[in-house]
């Protein structure tokens, strides 16, 4: 009822109010410097009113609540374009390391190297019997070797070192969905709707994911209080509530999906690393067979893009694999990775007898990959992949840290690499294809194979032989010379393979790389009469290794057009399959008089002085080759040229990071900005609060003193 005492609760209700708001609005000049802080403020409204004569008389005011200011709309626009933000910030500093591998200094570098290559055996076919040049021309070789395996070394060793940070940020994604589950735990048990707001709590939540957002694209459904859902843009849940999900950085494995009317009761297995990620699909029903000639085998396409697109050969026709058994595991393209298939319980054998179907799908994951795990035993590989059209897969990872390092490693580094060995692969083809079919000072007593097969019965040219060049292999033959070695005057030849088996029908079978092994090669020299009678050949660590028969005889070699000697690395320069592996041939490296400059002429005469061979070799520089990627497929350009665009793309690449950054940087900031002005503390606007609080604590408490006063002087009145 109204009255004196009503005056008096007025009073105290406006001492209340206001002390609340001072210590709030004290609380937020405290935190000015606070990182993540939300200024608060305290929710006044007016306390309930009496009826009364002459009318509704009020009560005074009532300090409802203290709540953040805070716009969550803007919030989670931050948290997209801020988990974009950190994507291309880590795939700029990554690239830009990447740069210092292929900058051309002036007169050194690895471009310059190159140069300088082709420049001695333009010396040498000048000079072809000059000792100090073949010896020169070993420096340099060396040099340019020495800048491939560094420049390959170093993107191995960034391409490697990034897996570990990947590791940290899965560690601490982790770590930061249980800690927000556990905020979500406490704000459930803390807040009273309307009258108990735990707003440091919500700090903490809201700085927390800021945190993972920085880590990894997230997406906010906040239902209020501890109800909020946080998912990939993609769905998958890592928060709900209290309950959260986990994420696993796990090694290289492989999953199958058969059609429904499939039995295929085998298993697809692999060896080898990649950078890509391999979907295998049967294009043509069949079983798994133990050699490529075996009977309705089946064929699988291959897709590195999840089965979006599949790759094909220059013709546009889809390059396929036939499904083997371990024996004759086959590579898969531009790869180091073998692939066969094998029983659940035993990878090395296949007693299955059911076939495969058209559809069914094998996923090959030859590297570490993030897999999201909603129970103990169900997973899905959500690891952040790049389209063949350059888009994301939006079912994956699409931002943060986390993708910005899988970009790196996978999409960006681990092109770059397959694009450089390509070039180094060919490098080494295209040199030692010429360098196979010449004569240098001198000619082999024995010769050793530097290339070896998985299988010595497999066709050399099929890919499940294992051999590194088998795609270069083509139909025809070799020519061998004998000479004598005391004399140097030959001594029969040109001789060829005949590998039909029939010596005496005088009709020469050339060597055809889709049905000839290596033993066919072998045994192609050792049972020829023509031939056996000053070689021999053998089969050690599946390479190939021809001898002459005694101390009489020499051997070189002429015309190859097989490309059989190249690919088995016989008579070559160089040795190797790639940046990493690049290296002299023993036999060059060691005499220097075994480096070809020249051909055996018409008359099987090996002149000193020709230089056809070092001139060959010289005009590679200029010289149109065809480079295939699986990323780009096939291109035509010089050595020179593709390596240079080579170099020209990794600055491409690391600008578009650059742009890319710095765009999605502007919009994080500007909205982080206009956040902070919702919710950031503004010291002028506090002390103008805190003089009006401080003038209503004082008026209140006023009110108090006239309240006791009017109390007095009623009780004086009492006689």
């Known amino acids: 009822m109204s009255g004196i005492g009503s005056v008096l609760n007025i009073g105290k209700l406006g001492l209340f109010a206001s002390q609340s708001s001072i210590e709030t609005t004290g609380n937020n000049i405290a935190n000015v410097n606070t ?60 690239l830009d390391s990447v740069q210092t591998s292929f900058k051309n200094k002036e007169g050194a570098g690895l471009s310059s190297a190159l140069e300088k290559f082709f420049n001695s055996w333009q010396s040498l076919a000048q000079r072809p019997d000059d ?58 048990a803390h807040e009273v709707p309307g009258k108990n707001n735990p707003n440091e709590l919500y700090d903490k939540r809201n700085k927390l994911m800021r945190e993972l957002a920085k880590l990894m694209d997230i997406n906010v459904v906040d239902h209020g209080g501890g109800d909020l859902l946080i998912s990939t843009r993609s769905g998958y849940t890592l928060v709900d509530g209290v309950e ?28 080898g690393s990649d950078e890509y990620e391999y979907t295998l699909q049967v294009d043509t029903a069949g079983t798994v067979g133990t050699s490529t000639s075996t009977p309705g085998v ?118 770059i690499r397959e694009q450089f060995n390509e070039f180094t692969k060919e490098l080494i083809w295209e040199v030692n294809r010429i360098h196979s079919q010449g004569v240098g000072l001198k000619k082999f007593a024995e010769i050793s194979g530097t290339y070896s097969v998985n299988n010595t019965s497999a066709p050399l040219g099929s890919n499940s032989s294992g051999l590194p060049f088998y795609d270069k292999l083509q139909e025809g033959n070799i020519e061998f010379y004998i000479y004598n070695n005391t004399t140097d005057e030959l001594t029969s030849g040109p001789l060829f393979l005949d590998m039909d088996g029939n010596y005496t029908d005088n009709i020469r079978t050339n060597f055809d790389p889709s049905k000839h092994s290596l033993r066919d ?49 016989l008579n070559t320069f160089f040795e190797g399959t790639g940046a990493s592996t690049l290296a ?68 491409a690449y690391t600008s578009r990071a650059d742009y890319n950054y710095k765009f999605y940087q502007s919009l994080a900031n500007d909205l982080d900005a206009r956040q902070k002005e919702t919710s950031g503390v503004n010291l002028d606007e506090e002390m103008s609060n805190l003089l009006k609080f401080q003038q209503a604590y004082t008026a209140a408490a006023k009110l108090i003193t006239i309240s006791e006063k009017m109390m007095s002087t009623v009780i004086e009145m009492i006689p």
């Open 131 to 188: 000792t100090s040049v073949r010896t020169s021309i070993l420096g340099d070789t060396y040099n340019l070797i020495q800048a491939i395996n560094i420049a390959s070394t170093d993107l191995e060793r960034m391409q490697s070192q990034i897996n570990d940070f990947i590791q940290q940020d899965v560690d601490q994604a982790n770590k930061l969905i249980q800690e927000i589950a556990e905020v979500n735990r406490q704000i459930t």
């Open 521 to 569: 090669v072998a045994d192609a020299i050792n049972n020829d009469p023509r031939l056996n009678t000053f070689l021999s050949a053998s089969i050690m660590d599946n390479k190939l290794i021809i001898k002459t028969r005694n101390s009489n005889y020499r051997v070189c070699f002429g015309r190859d057009s097989s490309g059989l000697l190249a690919a088995l690395g």
């Open 584 to 651: 002299m041939n023993p036999n060059v490296n060691k005499n220097i008089d075994f480096i070809s400059t020249g051909r055996v002429n018409g008359g099987g005469e090996t002149n000193p002085g020709d230089n056809t061979i070092a001139n060959e070799i010289a005009a590679l520089q200029h010289k149109k080759v065809s480079f295939t990627t699986k990323a780009e497929g096939t291109t035509s350009d010089t050595l020179e040229g593709y390596y240079n665009s080579l170099t020209a793309n990794v600055g």
């Open 298 to 415: 089946a064929r699988l396409k291959i897709s590195i893009d999840g089965g979006k697109t599949w790759l094909k050969d220059s013709s546009g026709n889809y390059i396929t694999i036939p499904a083997l058994d371990y024996n004759n595991r086959v590579s898969l393209p531009n790869s180091d990775v073998e692939v066969w298939f094998g029983d659940p319980s035993n990878p090395s054998t296949y007693t299955g007898t059911n076939q495969l179907q058209v559809g069914d799908t094998f996923t090959i994951v030859p590297k570490h990959g993030l897999y999201w795990y909603k129970t103990s035993s169900s997973k899905v590989n959500i690891t952040p992949m790049i389209m063949g059209n350059g888009e994301d897969n939006t079912r994956r990872l699409v931002g943060g840290t986390l993708t910005g390092s899988f970009n790196f490693r996978d999409n960006y580094i681990g092109q």
């Open 244 to 271: 959260h999900y986990r994420l696993s950085l796990e090694g290289p494995q492989s999953s199958q999906s058969l059609v429904p009317t499939s039995s295929f009761d085998g298993q697809v297995y692999f060896t």
């Open 35 to 94: 990182p993540d802080y939300s200024r608060r403020r305290v929710i006044l409204e007016e306390a309930p009113s009496i009826d009364f004569s002459p009318g509704q008389l009020g009560t005074g005011v009532l300090a409802k609540e203290v709540t953040r200011i805070f716009d969550n709309f803007i919030e989670k626009q931050y948290l997209n374009k801020y988990s974009d933000q950190e994507r291309w910030r880590t795939l700029y500093e990554n």
